[in-house]
């Protein structure tokens, strides 16, 4: 190997790149080879592209799933272990929470599961009740308020307000300011027995996460109107607690459990979601393993047309040899040509991967049943980085299917090859 100073180490490279590039240009009689490099330039395009997308698929719906979980809950939640009258100290919880290491927030709410009652017909579903004095209950449903004012929430001396998700108010057909019946289970004890109770709450607000089952079956309104339907004093049964970096959520968890007594425990979004998000890292490793056989046929394919050329070309490397031509320039003009063959197809695979992850994203081509996939369209999110470790990869893949053969043609004895010529 010549010294990167030197001048000739210019020209020896230029020498070898020309060299590759001719013999990668095959004459009539070597039709054969030029075919099986263009199918390897293929084969390698088409993995790339194909990794790309599937990475894209999976990244879009790993971030998708992840913006609307960490959108619409709470990336920490301190909840009773045993269901039973609820958190009543939780303020002074919330203060001891608020001390810990990267809690941006944390704020109380209330649960009910009840049947919303309207014209067309009632769904059961679950209303939340919100601490209308924090910023992040009332930032993360104003974020996705699709219509409606979120301060007619509570409404002392007249009708409480509640905001529908946009499924169940399209389900049981309440639009803005219609008057809606909550049917609670907690039943009142009459002289002719149980019964359930009723509440009439005015619609205010529709909102719209985009993950199907919280629209199908989420409402929210105060906590008080929760405590009303609940019949309970000033408790809570969960804590929820934001985090920064979100990241920090199971060490949050961790610290949390220390000092919220032994009666309640703290869960995290990952534990909540470990089955969704196990799969689609799954789904993530198997794409990339199975589409990565694409790029091992791609490889074959180069490692068969450099040996057909080794065997097509030892007298022009003989001669080459003959000449003056180091051995280690002739291995390098095989290198080059696996890299040739490997850069290009890289390249073609990342343009198709990328332009086609685009328009299928912007344009959402593939659509998705809501009830079954929680998403109308399949997300596209591509991502740099993914391009890079890919293309690397490719090129790789391809410079080791040049090893045998460049190792072939520096072996040549240019007498041998030579002497019946």
Known sequence: MLPSGDPSQGWSSRFEIFVALRYLRAKRKQAVISIITGISVLGIAA?????????????????????????????VSILEKEPSEGIKDWR????????????????PSLYST?????????EGGV???IDLESETNRGDVARNLKQGDLTKLDNPGGVPGVILGSRLAEAIGMPIGSRLRIISPQSELTPFGPRPSYYDYRVVGIFESGFYDFDRAWAFTSMKNVQRVLSVGDVANSIEIKVDPVEKAAEVAAAARQVIGKELDASHW????????????LERIASTVTIGLILLVAALNILISLVMMVMEKQRD???????????????????WQGALIGGVGALLGLIFGYGLSYLAGHYELLRLDEQVYMMRSVPFEPRWWDG?????????????????PARSATRILPAEALRYE
């Open 114 to 122: 009840v049947f919303f009652a309207g014209p067309m017909r009632a």
């Open 270 to 281: 990952m534990e909540q979601n470990h089955q969704i998000l196990g799969a689609l890292r």
């Open 47 to 75: 993995g790339v592209m194909a990794l790309i997308i599937a990475l894209a698929i999976n990244n879009g719906f790993r971030n998708s799933l992840e913006r609307t979980l960490l959108g619409a809950r709470a990336h």
């Open 92 to 107: 002074e919880i919330r203060k001891r929470l608020l001390t810990l290491p990267y809690v941006k927030t944390a704020a």
């Open 388 to 404: 890079v470790w890919v293309a690397g990869v490719a090129v790789a893949v391809s410079l080791l299917a040049t090893l045998y």
């Open 317 to 335: 490397i003989a001669l080459l040899i003959s000449m003056g031509a180091k051995r280690e320039q002739v291995r390098r003009v095989f290198l």
């Open 127 to 129: 209303l939340k009740g």
